[in-house]
DNA sequence: ATTATCTATAGATCTATAGATAATGC
DNA sequence: ATTATCTATAGATCTATAGATAATGC
């Protein structure tokens, strides 16, 4: 009855300070948000954040795993296998790239969150590794079919991957640097995102050819 | 006489504090880094630490300045015209890989400085605006010759730029997570690394083949 | 009764500065 | 004399908790 985790109206306090949590966190970073601040932001005392979540940490954990565990479903989601070898890249390109989209701040968290304290905090080492391990496996052996038929150069799964996922978090990486230099204006933004993905499926399909 | 800036040797606790800021900084961003830790690592008190540099904000400014400069200097840098496209964009690609293979903490700084605190300490727009333009407006020609020629498949420079970048930095974002996984080792990191970055300049040149 | 909320406060930091003392260069 | 260094401390935060009070469900 207590983990009611609706979000959905303006049902209780304690999903309001989970929500504005999650904004602060995903736009500051761990760090720089404080329990003072999210309670302030919600409206609250800060004593009752406490109060929910106990500590800083667990309230962190709660929302960073939430949103690992959606970008791990969304990656992995089972594709089509008898796609062709392009339309498959194509799929799963635009399946990140639409990620990514609706969560613009994902990688900004991840940097300023987990490459900083390697150490600290959340442990999810195996989680990555299963979720690499997962996402590549599936498309390992397609793609050596296609390097022996001769259909695509020669290359591998790794810097296939590590270009898709260069190519599409970078983007959203840079993003509000181009805003704030006036490169993206309100008025074209839309139609420059979905340029960008069109040209970026092109560059990894012809990177491909032989 | 007083801004030495030798740094070479062990002379002077002045280069001694700036050597460790930067290290720092570098490595955690501005706000995890106290005064009090850089002091201790210098070996003084954190009270030295204002004594030379004033104020925290200064002290960062300092080097976050320097080593953007840096990183202008040398992707602006002069390169031979005449060399064929493939060629231009190898080397350019190249220097950029090379840089960065240099300052591997390079990106973390810009991100977690810049990006989260946009309005506040640095005011960098101006700079990065005629980076930008100045690193591009030398290969703008090039690419429109190419593609009226019909050596290149349709593209604009910002796309190729875009590439360019994303793929070599987030190259450099990732490696930390590859090691720590275990997929990049001691032993194969040198060679991985030099795989990557011919990997990288053949991705852009073929996704450019007509 | 139990659950939700507040006030108040202890205990850690952290930045910045004032003021004392040691080292150095004439 | 000037420059480099230290000790001490004021003043801001911030996290976490204790203890009081208001709201809610039987």
């Known amino acids: 009855m207590k983990d009611k985790e609706d979000n959905s109206g303006n049902e209780g306090m304690e999903s309001r300070i989970l929500a504005c949590a999650e904004r602060l966190f995903l736009n500051k970073g761990?760090?720089?948000t404080s329990m003072t601040e999210i309670a302030k932001e919600a409206g609250c005392t800060q004593a009752l954040v406490h109060y929910y979540f106990r500590t800083k940490e667990n309230l962190f954990s709660k929302?960073?795993?939430g949103k690992f565990q959606q970008f791990i479903d969304c990656i992995v989601k089972q594709e089509d296998e008898s796609l062709p070898f392009g339309k498959l890249i194509e799929v799963r390109t635009s399946r990140l790239f639409d990620l990514m989209a609706a969560n613009e701040r994902?990688?900004?968290?991840?940097l300023s969150e987990f490459i900083i304290n390697p150490d600290q905090r959340i442990n999810l080492k195996d989680n990555i590794v299963s979720l690499c391990t997962e996402a590549t496996s599936r498309l390992e052996a397609k793609i050596r079919e296609e390097m022996e038929s001769g259909r695509i150069r020669s290359t591998c799964t790794m810097d296939i991957t590590l270009n898709m996922f260069s190519l599409v978090v970078t983007f959203f990486v840079v993003l509000p640097f181009l805003e704030e230099?006036?490169?993206v204006t309100d008025a074209n933004r839309e139609e420059f995102i979905a340029g960008r993905k069109q040209e970026i499926i092109r560059t990894i399909i012809a990177s491909l050819r032989p």
Do not use: H, Q
């Open 106 to 110: 994902l990688p900004f968290m991840f």
């Open 30 to 32: 761990y760090n720089l």
């Open 63 to 65: 929302i960073f795993e």
């Open 181 to 183: 230099v006036g490169l």
